[in-house]
């Protein structure tokens, strides 16, 4: 039977290991290979998003998001000016991420740094409204939807180019809010979480 090592002493061999040059270039291979899978999917489910793809798509698109019951789309009823990508800024900070590395007591862990869902809202100001976020927005719900005028052809009036909000109320329903960055973000969180809860 072969000798019981006592827990001091594994404790000990764990610290040493956790200190070795290899060890750690093998464990930040491993973590940044999690990660990477991660980040993917996180950011694929995002493109992939019908809010993203509608809002994406410009002053033209169809409201595959449904939020709008099918009349208009997202980009005009937000009322972006035409030619802008309100998208792209959103992209660039959910793109961005920081892995920091630590040594304690022999565990050997990641913090992982990416946007918070503040960062988000303050990166995605509606074009009318200071201090009010269309992405928060999309999950809110966003009032107007009855005096949303949109037109296929062209209105010189209009931010969009081709919607305008008029006074009289010229139909019923409202805004139908969907999951949309909160949700991508919890499930983001979730998996960064659990990788950072390895040891190593």
Avoid: C
Avoid at 13 to 39: D, H, L, S
Avoid at 91 to 110: D, M, P, Q, T, W
Avoid at 131 to 138: D, E, K, L, N, P
């Amino acid at each position: 039977m072969p000798p019981r090592i006592s827990n001091t002493l594994t404790k000990r061999i764990k610290e040493q290991a956790a200190k070795q040059p290899a060890f750690q270039k093998e464990v930040k291979r491993t973590i940044e290979k999690e990660f990477a899978n991660i980040y993917d999917h996180f950011l694929k489910s995002f493109n992939s998003h019908p809010v993203t793809l509608e809002i994406e798509t410009g002053p033209s698109a169809s409201n595959i998001s449904r939020t709008l019951g099918g009349i208009g789309n997202l980009y005009t009823y937000i009322g972006f000016t035409a030619g802008s990508k309100p998208i792209r800024p959103l992209r660039e900070l959910l793109e961005k991420y920081h892995i920091r590395y630590h040594n304690l007591r022999g565990v050997f862990r990641a913090t992982i740094e990416v946007p918070t869902k503040e960062d988000v809202f303050n990166a995605t100001p509606m074009p009318w409204a200071t201090g009010r976020s269309w992405a928060r927005g999309i999950e809110r719900g966003i009032s107007g939807l009855g005096q949303y005028l949109f037109s296929s052809g062209s209105i010189p009036q209009s931010r969009s180019g081709k919607a305008i909000e008029v006074k009289g109320k010229i139909r019923s329903g409202k805004f139908s809010n969907v999951s949309y960055i909160s949700a991508l973000l919890n499930d983001y969180y979730k998996a960064i979480e659990k990788l950072q809860n390895k040891k190593f």
